[in-house]
T-cell receptor, first 116, second 113 residues
Framework: AQSVAQPEDQVNVAEGNPLTVKCTYSVSGNPYLFWYVQYPNRGLQFLLKYITGDNLVKGSYGFEAEFNKSQTSFHLKKPSALVSDSALYFC??????????????FGSGTRLLVRP | GAVVSQHPSRVICKSGTSVKIECRSLDFQATTMFWYRQFPKQSLMLMATSNEGSKATYEQGVEKDKFLINHASLTLSTLTVTSAHPEDSSFYICSGEDGDTIYFGEGSWLTVV
């Protein structure tokens, strides 16, 4: 069964410092990996995805993530954090199902708090 | 990215009544849409997969007679919470599949009083 783990409930960083939000996955076959961000009382916004190709994926708002097959990880990173990056971040995994749709399985979420 | 619109964003209904939430893909056609439920400070729980022109596929433990899903067109899926009870109060989020990426609506807060 597919699963994804986000080991940190919260990550605290100072503005201007690099940030990392961790994600590990378990899936049979090749994974489709995603990061989404959720601001309070809002839906989820797509940040980036890894389907195939380069292990380093660049996404919206300066975020990037590195796919590491040997460690089954897909950590989200940003070189310089902004206070406005404070939000809830979800890692998700999926793969094509029998009817070719994609069913996302989400991690528990990590709250990122960037202090001024 | 693609845009998914949800309506209403907030709704309050009386216990025992039914309420409908709409999910529209505005700039793409979504053969498949998904409905999630999110409790405060928790992750998203997939409720069902909505397929255009066919019956929805419900996840284990989700009552299909309580949470009616209709996907009548390639741009519209609806979730109707029937005979709502206070424990149905939650944040409901829909999403649509555009290629290999799933885009989410802004969510709908349901409060049953």
């Amino acid at each position: 069964a597919q699963s994804v783990a986000q080991p940190e409930d919260q990550v605290n960083v100072a503005e201007g410092n690099p940030l990392t939000v961790k994600c590990t996955y378990s899936v049979s076959g090749n994974p489709y990996l995603f990061w989404y961000v959720q601001y309070p009382n809002r839906g989820l916004q797509f940040l980036l995805k890894y389907i195939t190709g380069d292990n380093l994926v660049k996404g919206s708002y300066g975020f990037e993530a590195e796919f590491n097959k040997s460690q089954t990880s897909f950590h989200l990173k940003k070189p310089s954090a902004l206070v406005s990056d404070s939000a809830l971040y979800f890692c998700a995994v999926s793969g094509p199902t029998m009817d070719s749709s994609y069913k996302l399985i989400f991690g528990s979420g990590t709250r990122l708090l960037v202090r001024p | 990215g693609a845009v998914v619109s949800q309506h209403p964003s907030r709704v309050i209904c009386k216990s025992g009544t039914s309420v409908k939430i709409e999910c529209r893909s505005l700039d793409f056609q979504a053969t498949t849409m998904f409905w999630y439920r999110q409790f405060p400070k928790q992750s998203l729980m997939l409720m069902a997969t909505s397929n255009e022109g066919s019956k929805a596929t419900y996840e284990q433990g989700v009552e299909k007679d309580k949470f009616l899903i209709n996907h009548a067109s390639l741009t519209l899926s609806t979730l109707t919470v029937t005979s709502a009870h206070p424990e149905d109060s939650s944040f409901y989020i829909c999403s649509g599949e555009d290629g290999d990426t799933i885009y989410f609506g802004e969510g709908s807060w349901l409060t049953v009083v």
